[in-house]
């Protein structure tokens, strides 16, 4: 398995150099080394040179189908391991537009990653026939357009719903300031009715008034006028 990461797969005959201890580092090998300890025997693993290994060579495309292993993809972790007749096309929404054109395709796993135990295939696209690379790829353009301007409208909706919502706060808060302005905002001299004492009232230089100043409106210069 190390060597097929490399793209390459162990020749037809060879024979291990040497044998050591297998390491339990995923949980699948856990399990292969606790059935190998319940039939008493070593859990070992097989070591072969590079001398002993050739570049790996999947199967063809046949009837425009692409090969695939028994869990459904396609270990593509070097170029080489590319079926002959076939085109890799790493785009993620590549596998729903095969489904929608009627396109054979295989999911293309590039890598592995360890995760607590685990091993976790990196999938990078999918792996189509070259004769059907074409209208997939156009697909993929018309595809990434349409979400671009679906991207481009959602985003005005949201400025035109940002603008409306500041404009109507401004004219309530400009309603609310004419409607409810304050003495010292009003021209010097104004004067308004006080509905509660019957009484009118005007503004004075220093902006405000009060039904408590009782000092004499000669000596202050404002105040009541009765």
Not at 160 to 178: G, I, N, Q, T, Y
Request: aromatic share 6%; charged share 30%.
């Amino acid at each position: 398995m190390v060597w097929m990461r490399l793209g390459r797969a162990i020749k037809h005959g060879e024979q291990p150099i040497k044998t050591v201890k297998q390491r339990a580092v995923t949980a699948r090998a856990k399990m292969q080394v606790e059935e190998c300890e319940a039939q008493g025997k070593d859990a070992v693993s097989a070591l072969f040179g590079e001398w002993q290994t050739e570049l790996f060579r999947p199967p063809p495309v046949t009837n425009g189908k692409v090969p695939r292993n028994d869990y459904g993809r396609l270990d593509l972790f070097t170029e080489s391991m590319l079926p002959e007749g076939a085109t890799h096309i790493p785009h993620p929404d590549a596998k729903q537009l095969c489904k929608d054109l009627g396109i054979d395709c295989v999911e293309a796993v590039v890598r592995f990653e360890f995760r607590r135990g685990i091993s976790t295939p990196i999938i990078s696209g999918v792996v189509v026939p070259s004769d059907a690379a074409e209208l997939l790829t156009d697909a993929l353009a018309e595809s990434t357009q349409n979400k671009v301007a679906q991207q481009r409208a959602a985003m005005e909706r949201r400025a035109v719903k940002r603008w409306r919502r500041l404009l109507v706060a401004l004219r309530v808060r400009k309603e609310v300031d004419d409607t409810f302005a304050t003495r010292s905002s009003l021209p010097q001299g104004t004067t308004f009715k006080n509905k509660n004492k019957g009484k009118s009232i005007e503004i004075a230089s220093s902006g405000t008034s009060s039904d408590e100043d009782e000092e004499d409106p000669i000596d202050t210069g404002g105040g009541f006028i009765l």
